[in-house]
């Protein structure tokens, strides 16, 4: 069975940095995406970053600059590299992927349990 687990989150004054890790256990076919969405008290949530196939990377605009997504070439583990923090970056920052588990699936999205990440002096 596929599990995603989450670790890095924490407390961290504005102009900080912070890295969460997610890593993946159980056996799987192939990986469509992974990334990191985010969201914070009364917010919807908010896709922050993620890697697609091989090696196309998004992130949102409002990350641009100052998060970095990186995975091993198995991305049996994703990094999320967060630099010049914000107390507008504040949320729980869930790790997800779509993946398979076998050639005949058409693609399933898993989620990790999710980390706290709070800004504030």
């Known amino acids: 069975q596929v599990q995603l687990v989450e670790s890095g989150g924490g407390l961290v004054q504005p102009g900080g940095s912070l890295r969460l890790s997610c890593t993946r256990s159980?056996?799987?076919?192939?990986?469509?995406?992974m990334g990191w969405y985010r969201q914070a008290p009364g917010k919807q949530r908010e896709g922050v970053a993620k890697?697609?196939?091989?090696?196309?990377?998004i992130y949102a605009d409002s990350v641009k600059g100052r998060f970095t997504i990186s995975s091993d070439n198995a991305k049996t583990t994703v990094w999320l590299q967060m630099n010049s923090l914000t107390p507008e970056d504040t949320a729980v920052y869930y790790c997800?992927?779509?993946?398979?588990?076998?050639?005949?699936?058409?693609?399933?999205?898993?989620w990790g349990q999710g980390t706290q990440v709070t800004v504030s002096s």
């Open positions: 890697i697609i196939g091989r090696d196309s990377i």
């Open positions: 997800y992927s779509n993946l398979r588990t076998q050639p005949s699936d058409s693609g399933r999205v898993y």
């Open positions: 159980g056996t799987i076919f192939s990986i469509n995406v």
